[in-house]
């Protein structure tokens, strides 16, 4: 049998890629020829070859977005999701009953309570499905605060205990957590992946709908060829206005990116590192991930691994198909700017890690070709920015060669534009289109207009968005070029905590991280007004504006009440809030209210109380070569008190069962009052010691 | 203490006392012993019968004891975690862990409950290695492949899988 009997969409693929790049390059290539027209003889050659190379370059790039949008548009429009032979939609099977899925949740210093929902909701959604049998879940811990790590013990039993949930819902600490989640996984996969075909991975704030997981399974079961099937998850649950920004974009474009998206790609699908189905086995023994040469930040352990890890599937013959057509998949955006950019800073990282495995012997050209993408999606930015001072280095080199007085001045009509109109207008075309190709996709569909609040709300969402965008834009390139730099200069990113509430920012913290953007605003401005004239200095307004408003649009848009105010006045409304959907409605805070809480210090409760101290320790094992240390330890808090042993230490006690059973004994034993108090037993036997019993009073 | 390898235990006053071998001692009140133990209990969630067996159980242990201060606290709880190892014919952790995760004391898993509830957190491990392959990232060496690709008219393909079922 031939490769291409086997793979009949490979042939198609490449077609359509072959069409995707002349349609990249063409355009490109002859917007460039035409500003070279512009620019010819008015610019000296260094700056006249700087600019066109670094526009064209920039028009390859915003058109490759237009073209994947009005794909998707073309075929969203004709009612039908593109299902070239061998998508893996053409052929279900039912699952085999010995068919099992593990469903990972790595968690890092999470919110306990949130993840516990989340992981319910996606539980009980399964159960309605009824399509448990085939499903585990594994709560993958790689948290560190002590405090947590208590919590999520606790939580995990008491919801094991609630749904009957015990040897359904596992739970894993890691003592040692390197390479981050995707150590993580790997650690699932040598330990417990060869008892599970499937592994579905989540995120901390995934939630997934029980028939979307079955239907997932199906597609596996019936396409043994494929490794991983990856979902569009949808953002939803935010109350900040910046989150509320995100998540109405994302329902509004993100359909017709996604449709264009899977049009090019069939096949060589990416991965995105959760809300996807993987096949265990081939993951096992393909996607380790190497360790690029050389010290971090661009060598060492790869920091964003989704992308390698699909690229390393494909490599090894095993299909990556992304199914956009999959709906109950959610996740959550960071609810502010910061945050956005805090997620973005090791994105950065981590994608400008992969170019390093661009000339990697036997990937796929298309995940080559998605490295490039995902390292341009910040590289971009430092372009735009040389763009720009390229551009106002040839305004000013253009009206200073100029005759006339026209330098200040600005008259309609006589002061002409260097930039031809034209090609802004194509440039802007390329941009904004794909908002109203969704909106007309919107409009068209039946009962679709009113999940976003029908036409006249949506087109007023979509113009306010589209205001936020162009003035988020600047900040954006200034950070996104800032995180290049830094990267290239060798300053490395550390794995932190990701923020999942909806915590405003404060205007002391919004100045602090962008007051230097609004100070560079205003400082351009100033220099450059004199310089450019009215009419030139127009032109950079936008990018001005946006730079100078950073520190108010960083503090207003992480208002939870501005959000929902917007969402009273349905702006910013997604189909999620509509139509709420059943396991949505379980993320709710009361859904898990039945959870026990701690009050005050977690390690002083597991010592002190005899069920939670149960529990904890039944959990841990004797760790023999700990005892030495750990008998000091025991002591020094007992003398003390448990508020001088740092976390490390409390760590060391906390993961020995020998240990959390001597220090249960000896608190509850002890006789100094004082020592007492420090485990918070004092008031009890203060009140005790006034009302003594008497033992024959038993 | 820590002694050996097998084994380590702690006394609650901090330090070991030298000559501490619970010599008899006078008790002048009891009573704030009973009581802290009345409060352990509570904390648990026994039944009325199991409450007053193991009260029962801790008094006769203490009946007679010349002992004060933190001996005497030591001496009450060692009999109260008697107490319930025995309702659960085995340990007292696992007494305590029936208690807290409301199961039939004792009777649940054959009285090995911290052993089940370990089970329930992590099944059984099938160890499977996991290790990168060895990739070549030279530019030199894609620009070879490239060129040969070029001039022998040959695609560069990926390997491709064998299904199940071929050869």
Redesign the interface.
Known sequence: ?S?SA??PWEAIGRYRRYWLSAFIILPACSAGLVLDQVLADRLPLWLEIATLSIFSLLFAWISAGFWTALVGFVLLMGGRTDTAPGSPELRLAEPRPQSRVAILMPIYNEEVERVAAGLQATYKSLQRAGALTHF?FFLLSDTRNPEIWLREELV??AL??SLDA??KI???RRPINNKAKSGNV?DF???????YEYMVVLDADSVMNGETLYRMLEMMEGN??VGIIQTQPVAVNRETLYARLQQFAQHLYGPIFSAGLRFWQLGDGHYIGHNAILRTA?F???C????LPGRPPLGGPLLSHDFVEAALM?????EVWFVPSLTGSYEEVPPTLIDDLKRDRRWAQGNLQHL??????????AHRFLFINGAMSFLAAPLWGLFLILGALGSLHWVNAASDDAVTSFHWGSSIDPMPFWLFGVTALLLLSPKFMAVIWVATQPGRKKLFGGIPRLLLSMFFESIFSVLMAPIRMAFHSQFVIQTLLGRGVRWGAQVRSDAETAWGDALRYFGWCSALGLILAGLLYPFLGFWHFVWLLPILGGLTAAVPLAAWTSRPGLGRWARRHRLFVIPEEVQVPEELQALDTDSVAYLPHIEGDAFVQVVV???????H???Q?NR?GL??R???L??KA??EGPQYLSNRERNILLSDR?SM???H????????RARLTHWG?ES??QA??D?????DS? | MFKDETSYSIHPTGEWRTGWTGEAMVVANNAPVLARVERYLARLSLTDAQRLWVRGQIISQLHGIGMEGGDLYARAFASLHMALATLTDGDELDARLDLSLRLSVGESHDGKSSRWLQQQMAPAIQRRSMASRPMNRSWLAAAGRLLQALFSRRPITARSRALPGEA
């Open positions: 049998m490769r086997r793979r585990e995990w039993s094991c205990e015990f040897g596992h739970y894993r790997a996969c040598r330990r417990w992946g060869a008892g043994p060829q081939p096992t023994e393909f380790a991930l190497p360790v494909a490599k090894s013959g095993w390093q495995l661009l000339a990697g012997e036997g990937l796929r050209s109380d005899p069920r939670f101290n149960a529990i320790t039944a959990l094992r023999t005892w030495p750990a008998a000091k025991c002591h007992l003398e020998n059973l001597s220090l004994r000896a608190v509850w034993s002890m006789d100094d037993l009890d036997d005790l010691v009302a003594p019993l008497r033992t038993l």
